[in-house]
């Protein structure tokens, strides 16, 4: 297997959860990590954080900028950042669908486009868009992210095919139940919604995982590495579900 060079990763939502998680994983493999956050992100030696909201269409040039200013590339690009609220299809109003296009779909797509041609440019890339196991199987109470990880699924297809011949390649990494901060929003809301106690709900949604138990973010992160790393480059326009074999798809 090849050995990985030293590269630029941009990772966003970096403070915390999976982000967190992929960052330090990336700077323990070398790499030299800038993660953003919209607060600062609080982030471990040697990764620099850096203000940036990935819905705020004023943010994603100047992040891009300081970033090969001070580092150089990125050569990894890793679009995450915090899910949409939970709701059910029919409850989410207009202003719920825009906030979630915002930061589902067009800020992703915004630092694509900023990002891609330069990777192409240099001859190496790796974009991975963190989206969901909500992708392949619908849950009905987090609707938004349903329907806009379909869209993003799909840009990531696109995109992938633009520069693949210069060595960038974009991939998915579609998470299932993962022990984070959102996570426990989630069954928090549905525990309120249902009348239910929080534990209740919370074994219900690891009873579905044959595995048994939630992922740890870490277990998401080695994912991301991979598809990050040298040896990934003939993967290209895929997603890879990290789920503990929750989905029932092939
Ligand atoms: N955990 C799961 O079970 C699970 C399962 C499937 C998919 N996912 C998806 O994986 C992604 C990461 O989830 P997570 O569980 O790690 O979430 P998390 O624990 O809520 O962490 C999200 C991180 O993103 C940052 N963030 C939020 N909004 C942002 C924005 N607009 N711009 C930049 N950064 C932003 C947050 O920091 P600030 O608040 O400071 O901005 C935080 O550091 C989400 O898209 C989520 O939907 C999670």
């Known amino acids: 297997m090849q050995s990985n060079a030293q590269r630029t990763a941009l990772v966003g939502g970096g403070g915390a959860g999976i982000g967190r998680a992929v960052a330090e994983a990336l700077a323990a493999q070398g790499h030299q990590v800038v993660v953003t956050g919209r607060k600062p992100p609080e982030v471990a030696n040697g990764i620099h954080p850096l203000v940036a909201d990935i819905s705020d269409p004023d943010s994603a040039e100047p992040t891009v900028r300081e970033v090969a200013e001070r580092f150089g590339g990125p050569d990894i690009l890793v679009l ?14 207009d202003e719920h669908w825009r ?21 192409a ?22 609707a938004a992210s349903v329907v806009l990880r379909a869209a993003v699924t799909s840009a990531a297809k696109l995109l992938s ?14 998470p299932g139940p993962t022990d984070t901060e959102r996570r426990r929003q989630i069954l928090t809301a549905r525990a309120r919604r249902e009348g239910r106690p929080y534990s209740e709900v919370e074994a219900e949604d690891v009873a579905v995982v044959p595995a048994g138990r939630a992922g740890r973010a870490e277990e998401i992160a080695a994912a991301v590495c991979f598809l990050a790393s040298d040896a990934a480059s003939y993967v290209n326009g895929t997603v890879l579900t990290v ?5 029932e798809t092939t």
């Not at 950042?81 to 059910?88: Q, V």
């Not at 693949?164 to 579609?174: K, L, P, S």
């Not at 789920?243 to 989905?247: F, I, L, S, V």
Request: proline fraction near 9%.
């Open 121 to 142: 440019e240099r001859g190496f890339g790796r974009v991975v868009i963190i989206t969901s196991t909500a992708v392949r199987q619908p849950q009905p109470d987090i």
């Open 99 to 119: 906030a979630a296009f915002e930061l589902l779909l067009l800020g992703p797509l915004r630092l694509a486009r900023l990002v891609l041609p330069g990777m």
């Open 243 to 247: 789920d503990g074999g929750r989905t």
């Open 80 to 93: 995450n950042a915090g899910g949409p609220p939970p709701g059910r299809i029919l409850d989410l109003g």
């Open 161 to 174: 095919r633009e520069f693949a011949d210069a060595g960038v390649t974009v991939n998915c990494v579609a």
